[in-house]
């Protein structure tokens, strides 16, 4: 009997590996569909997470522009803020500065009150012996106005009032405010009003109402001040002589002489100028002033003028005098000129005129 021969891929063994294939093939499928589906859900997450991310860092930016934009606005502020106060600073540095000037000005405004307050006692007594002897008589004889004073000033002093044309010339810049430098530093700070009753000026402006008084009613007269420029005391009289015998032409010089207000600086030379400009020229000028001039026909460059500068403005200011004229020279004080009253002196005695320097009381 024959032996039957075995087939190692049989039927039975194919269905078998069949059956293995598919199973694998199952279960790769529904591997395949779960990892399909968990993609998707973690695709889905991570688009999510991403689209907040994206909303997260463009409000992050919008947020940061803002902060730089709050920054440069409070760096801003402080700058600002900084410069305010410095400003702050600087005002309160100035009021106190003001501050210790009004207390000056305070003190020295209640000195002049009781100034004021004595002098007008002095007044009031005066007035009771004035009003005294007013029932007497009392001959002015030739004299345009009447001065109170004690002897006859003119005999004292040697000045002769004389002339048919007298020009007085009167020194209106700041020097005449005070005899010290330092008060008149002070003085011309101060208003118009307290600058002409500086007690100085007062004295210059007596001395032309003294000197107005002598002249005789035949008499033509002119003043002139002179400080930087120089103008007639009278309005709209350049150029021209005055009437001594009109009162009401005299009372106008010496109102126009007391509306001045001491400033600036001294050109003699401009005062001698105006001398040329009155036809026929003066044949008496009066001179009252206080020191050499500080600049001649333009101002000076410079804040201060030395003594040599002075000097050879005053040498060139005698050029613009006129030859002939007698100068008669009333010198007021003032400290650190000492050369003036040297120089005042000489043109006096050239031009044959007369020299003083008057005591506090006159005239």
Not at 99 to 110: G, H, I, P, V
Not at 177 to 201: C, F, G, Y
Not at 246 to 260: C, E, F, Q, T, W
Not at 326 to 345: K, S
Request: proline share 4%.
């Amino acid at each position: 009997m024959a032996r039957r021969r075995i087939d190692t891929f049989s039927l039975s063994f194919l269905d078998i590996m069949s059956c293995g294939f598919g199973a694998v093939v199952l279960f790769f499928m529904i591997i395949n569909a779960t990892v399909s589906m968990r993609s998707e859900e973690l695709n889905k997450n991570l688009s999510e997470r991403a689209d907040r991310l994206k909303v997260e860092t463009s409000e992050g930016e919008k947020n940061l522009v803002e902060l730089r934009n709050t920054m440069e606005e409070t760096e801003r502020k402080t700058v600002e803020a900084r410069g305010l106060a410095r400003r702050i600073i600087e005002l309160m540095e100035d009021k106190k500065v003001e501050l210790s000037e009004m207390e000056a000005d305070t003190l020295a405004r209640q000195e002049h009150i009781n100034k004021l307050k004595a002098d007008l006692k002095a007044m009031e007594e005066d007035a009771k012996r004035l009003s005294a002897a007013s029932s007497q008589p009392d001959d002015q004889g030739d004299r345009l106005r009447r001065i109170q004073g004690d002897g006859d000033r003119q005999y004292l002093t040697g000045v002769k009032v004389g002339g048919q044309r007298v020009l007085v010339l009167l020194d209106a810049s700041a020097s005449m405010l005070d005899e010290t430098i330092v008060n008149i530093i002070r003085r011309r700070n101060m208003d118009d009003a307290q600058k002409i009753r500086s007690p100085k000026w007062q004295r210059a402006l007596r001395t032309v109402e003294w000197l107005v008084a002598q002249l005789s009613p035949q008499t033509r007269f002119q003043i002139i001040a002179f400080s930087e420029t120089a103008s007639p005391v009278v309005a709209d009289s350049g150029g021209q002589w005055l009437e001594a015998e009109k009162p009401d032409v005299v009372d106008a010089a010496i109102r126009g002489s007391h509306h001045l207000v001491p400033g600036g600086g001294t050109s003699l030379y401009n005062a001698f100028t105006a001398v040329k400009s009155l036809t026929p020229r003066p044949d008496n000028i009066f001179l009252i002033t206080d020191g050499l001039p500080t600049q001649g026909k333009d101002p000076p460059r410079g804040q201060t003028v030395s003594g040599r500068a002075r000097l050879r403005h005053f040498g060139n200011a005698l050029e613009e005098l006129p030859a002939g004229i007698p100068v008669n020279v009333v010198l007021m004080p003032i400290e650190g000129d000492a050369q003036a009253a040297t120089e005042f002196w000489r043109l006096a005695q050239a031009t044959q005129g007369s020299f003083i320097s008057p005591a506090r009381d006159w005239p």
